[in-house]
Every structure is written in C-alpha cells, then in structure tokens.
C-alpha cells in the first residue's frame, strides 16, 4: 500500500496543480453566467 501511495502522490499533486489553474476559468466562468442571468432577466420584462 505504501508503493501504491507513493506512486500516487505524483498523479495527486499534478491534479492540484490542474484544479488551481481552472479555478480562474471557474470564477470567470460563474460571471458569465451571473451577467447573461441578468441579461436574460432584463430582455423578459
């Protein structure tokens, strides 16, 4: 069990890596979707 975790830990800090760098991509992502909300609220009255 320690080799397998041991040959993990790589494979585990690459996907931290993955998930810090889409964070941004996230967060901008949740703007849109805030802004087109609006837009879609706004076009509906």
Avoid: A, H, K
């Avoid at 790589?10 to 949740?30: A, D, T």
């Amino acid at each position: 069990m320690i080799l397998v975790n041991e040959s993990l830990n790589p494979v585990n800090e690459s996907l931290i890596l993955v998930n810090e760098s889409l964070n941004p991509v996230n967060e901008s992502l949740i703007l849109v979707n805030e802004s087109l909300i609006l837009v879609v609220f706004l076009t509906n009255r």
